[in-house]
């Protein structure tokens, strides 16, 4: 297996793809592509080194976990993805993965402000990780696309759009599916509902609908529960058959409204079809069909030409998509282009990491960008300040962003996973930083974004882990713990619960997916991870809270859900 170094030849204006020997490769062979649009520092070789030893230690201290986002980040989308490959019984848009980086960890910065040095190099910094990533992680291609204070730091595509072609990604021009990070563009939609007067966040979201959701408890589902996913609503399954069948997200929302199942506005639990309904309501009071609306007062204003929630894709948009894949027998298989057009403005859109760039810069610029105005400042704050948290002392949600960091500096994402994309945004505001990358592969690829994406986190913006609990104390309630996002119409599967164990005296191990990972207790029923720990972090924190009756954990690195405990341990 050869590791391919790709470089521009700025004098020729050539790309030449190179092995370690120097032999020159055709694209078909080769392993590793990138396109670059910013000239290489001459430090390049050092860095790309020094991003392949760090993702080498990534791989040796997660190798049993595999990074452990897969296993306690998103171990519900997780196991459902399973179910849905392996016997052909669901298909789910999955929840989105948030990046550990964790607030109330020791910041080794006291400032927003980004080490010039290493962000100059950060480019071939990734370069280092994806090379890696794709020789171990089973990705297929990527784009990644970095911002700071309003300019475009790197913009690169990596491995390939088309294996069996041999055609390279292309980071200017190469669409992929950011999944759930669509959802971004869909609350801008409804706060750009909210500026005009004609939605208020506090009213009763059946007021907008031309059909009505059942009362739960006297209390309704208002417009701000939407922003905070705390509809209180059970998650959906689809049937593979289901889903294939032709229906509009307008009729779909009306004949599979989810079964309540606690107030709104208190547990937190991801929902795509609240999102649905928030482009919904943004059709219903504007009067534009909503991928009509999200390209007239979105995508145009800001020149995302390439970006779409319409499916499937047509002319140049389809000539220019990356295939999603899947690693069958150890070769990279083709699959047909996914449509989620019953929920589309949850996880419909495509786009290209230059468009990302622009929607990024124009929420660092408080909602504008190159001219053109798509929010207000106080609207962009609105979406990127605190609503609620399931557990206290840990990151919650914003408003449609998910709170990844409270301080060090304060940062706000969304992660998106389709079948067979695997994407995530990440802003910085105080330090005018934005981050995104979309991946498709194999499973493999699901962790790899995430490690990436840890990686960026921990260079820029580094921490030290918090200083251990050693104090007597009273044992967290243990067990079997079930995550809340779930159909509830369904028997559960207990297979997907995490098991929770003591550990010593101050420390946990939790199993899920037959992946393990070992936690240091740091506080009262606070713990932070070591597994997969590495300098300069992110730490994941798992906390444990809830009513005597009502044992719950959260993590971290997820504010988007919760866990129950189901089968308190007998030990």
């Known amino acids: 297996m ?34 670059v649009s910013l000239p290489l520092l001459p430090d390049w070789k050092r860095v790309c080194r020094e991003g392949l030893v760090l993702y080498r230690q990534i791989i040796s201290k997660t190798r049993i ?32 993965t948030v990046p550990s980086a964790l607030a109330k960890s020791v910041a080794t910065t006291a400032s927003a402000s980004i080490d010039r040095g290493k962000l100059a190099v950060l480019p071939d910094f990734i370069d280092g990780i994806l090379a890696q990533q794709i020789a171990q992680r089973e990705v297929a291609g990527a784009v990644v696309t970095i911002v700071h204070r309003g300019k475009v730091v790197m913009t690169r595509g990596y491995g390939f759009a088309d294996v069996d072609k041999g055609l390279a990604v292309d980071g200017q021009h190469t669409l992929f599916r950011p999944g759930s990070v669509s959802k971004l563009f869909t609350w801008v939609a409804l706060m750009q509902q909210v500026e005009a007067g004609k939605v208020d966040l506090d009213a009763d979201v059946n007021h907008y609908l031309d059909y009505e959701i059942p009362p739960f408890q006297d209390k309704p589902i208002r417009v701000r529960d939407l922003f905070a996913h705390a509809v209180g609503m059970s998650d959906l399954s689809y049937a593979e ?21 606690w107030a709104p506005g208190g547990e937190i639990s991801y929902s795509n079809y609240g999102a649905s309904l928030a482009g919904y309501i943004v059709e219903r009071v504007s009067g534009e069909a909503f991928p009509d609306y999200v390209e007239r007062h979105i995508f145009q204003p800001l020149g995302m030409m390439a970006t779409t929630f319409r499916e499937p894709l047509t002319g140049e948009k389809a000539a220019h998509m990356a295939l999603g894949y899947a690693l069958v027998d150890g070769r990279f298989t083709p699959k047909p282009y996914e449509r989620y057009d019953k929920i589309m403005p949850a996880g419909s859109a495509a786009s290209t990491a230059p468009d990302m760039a622009r929607f990024m810069l124009a929420m660092l610029g408080n909602g ?33 962003f998910m709170v990844a960091r409270e301080a060090g500096p304060r940062l706000v994402g969304h992660g998106g996973n ?26 493999g690829s699901y962790g790899a974004r995430t490690e990436l994406s840890d990686a960026v986190i921990g260079r820029l913006f580094p921490q030290a882990p918090a200083a251990r609990w050693t104090q007597a104390g009273a044992k967290p309630p243990v067990g079997a713990y079930r995550v809340n996002r779930r159909d509830y119409n369904k028997p559960a599967d207990p297979a997907g619960d995490l098991k929770v164990s003591i550990q010593g005296e101050h420390g946990l191990l939790v199993e899920g997916q037959g992946r393990k990972s070992y936690w240091e207790q740091i506080g009262p029923a606070l713990y932070e991870q070591v597994t997969g720990a590495r300098i300069g972090g992110p730490y994941d924190r798992l906390l444990f809270y809830g009513a005597p009756g009502d044992p719950r954990m959260s993590f971290g690195a997820q504010p988007h859900v919760t866990y129950h405990l189901v089968s308190p341990s007998r030990k």
């Open 241 to 261: 058959g289901e889903w294939e069948k032709e229906e509009t997200y307008q009729s779909f929302l009306k004949t599979h409204i989810p079964q309540r199942l």
């Open 2 to 35: 050869r590791l391919i170094q790709a470089a521009i030849d700025h004098r020729k204006g050539k790309r030449r793809c190179r092995d370690g020997a120097g032999h020159r490769l055709s694209p078909r062979n080769t392993l590793f592509v990138v396109h």
């Open 65 to 96: 976990s595999e990074g452990l986002g897969m296993l306690h980040c998103d171990q519900d989308g997780r196991r459902r993805w399973k179910w849905a490959l392996g016997c052909g019984a669901a298909i789910f848009l999955m929840a989105p």
């Open 418 to 443: 389709t079948m067979d994309f695997h994407s995530y945004l990440l802003l910085a505001p105080e330090a005018e930083f934005g981050f995104f990358v979309s991946m498709t592969g194999g499973q």
């Open 368 to 400: 504008a960008f190159n001219g053109a105005r798509i929010l207000k400042p106080d609207s962009v704050h609105f979406l990127e300040s605190n609503s609620i948290a399931n557990a206290p002392g840990l990151p919650g949600m914003a408003h449609g």
